[in-house]
């Protein structure tokens, strides 16, 4: 693992893929300014049910093409163990060697599961049809999936996905540190004992990581909650009340021991930028 040295760990940053030739450029340039970070690697989100897949693999390309090291995720609902092992070997001919592995979102109205229920199946298929030729990356969920049965059902899904060949993982975002170290306690209690990486989001409109948090199940506590909707239109203020909170907890997440961090960088490079040079001056 390539460790930041400033900052003193690990780093790696996730892009989705831009829609228009206008983001693409600019997504070209934010790149070019993230990489200053030194990342272990780059991550590209991938639409389930076929929004954004070509997207996916040609922004992974660009990335490789830039020297970086680059890996797309790749998500399984929906899709046959046919078009997932064209893509796996899609994936091998590019040069990738690590994917992030999901079960992914159905878009409303779009049919059954396919031939893969969950993640682990998919993780599992991976390992069978390419063995260990991709380093596996999973999600992990401190707060618990949406859909979980409960917290102790999530925590047996996820140690099924390490048990099928998950490498490391990184976790949905997340703003209770308590809820991360619970998280990662109980997986290494189940033998789950690989790197689960905190999933961080910058934060820089209100609206938008509010909606975002409710949909993935992730909690935003009540003060910081309150905080962001007292500001209003006054983005100066939630940017500067956002840099100060995520740096605090990329911070203590250091301090604990964490063995990397992942940005959520949403195609942006100035929130990221700034958190990684306060972490690296303090
Ligand atoms: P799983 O691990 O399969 O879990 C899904 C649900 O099924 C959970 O509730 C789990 O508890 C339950 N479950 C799992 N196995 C079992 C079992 N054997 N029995 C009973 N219940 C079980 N989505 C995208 O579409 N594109 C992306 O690029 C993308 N990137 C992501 C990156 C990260 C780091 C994370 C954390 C999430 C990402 N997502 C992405 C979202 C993800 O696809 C959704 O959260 C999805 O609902 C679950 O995917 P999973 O791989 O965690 O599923």
Same mark, same amino acid.
């Given at each position: 693992m390539?460790?930041? /040295? ?11 893929? /831009? ?7 600019k ?7 993230? %990489?200053?970070l ?48 064209? =893509? ?8 990738? =060697? ?9 878009p409303?109205? %779009?049919?059954g ?37 409960? /917290? ?27 809820? %991360? ?15 689960i990486? /905190? ?17 993935c ?5 009540r ?15 939630? =940017? ?8 605090d ?34």
């Amino acid at each position: 693992m390539s460790t930041h /040295p400033a900052i003193g760990l690990p780093l790696s940053l996730e892009f989705f893929p /831009p829609k228009t030739e206008e983001g693409a450029t600019k997504l070209t340039a934010v790149r070019q300014q993230l %990489y200053a970070l030194q990342p272990e690697f780059c991550s590209v989100t991938y639409g389930a049910g076929g929004s954004t897949q070509d997207g996916t693999l040609q922004t992974v390309q660009a990335i490789m093409a830039e020297g970086q090291e680059a890996a797309p995720h790749f998500s399984c609902i929906g899709a046959s163990r046919a078009s997932i092992r064209d =893509k796996l070997a899609q994936f091998q001919a590019a040069g990738i =060697k690590r994917i992030v592995a999901l079960r992914g979102d159905l878009p409303s109205g %779009y049919g059954g599961f396919g031939e893969f229920r969950y993640a682990s199946d998919l993780v599992a298929f991976i390992r069978e049809e390419t063995g260990s030729h991709f380093h596996i990356e999973v999600g992990a969920y401190p707060e618990m999936h949406p859909q979980a049965r409960s /917290p102790q059902d999530d925590l047996t899904a996820f140690a099924t996905k390490v048990k099928a060949g998950a490498n490391s993982a990184i976790t949905q975002m997340f703003f209770n540190t308590d809820a %991360y170290f619970r998280f990662v306690d109980e997986a290494y209690a189940l033998g789950a004992d690989i790197h689960i990486v /905190p999933g961080i989001m910058p934060i820089t409109n209100s609206s938008g990581i509010i909606r975002f948090a409710d949909n993935c199940g992730a909690e935003i506590p009540r003060w910081m909650r309150l905080r962001l909707q007292s500001f209003g239109d006054d983005t100066a203020s939630i =940017k500067a009340f956002g840099l100060d909170v995520i740096t605090d907890l990329c911070d203590q997440l250091r301090t604990a021991g964490v063995p990397a961090l992942h940005f959520y960088t949403m195609n942006q490079s100035a929130a990221v930028l700034e958190i990684c040079q306060r972490l690296g001056g303090r």
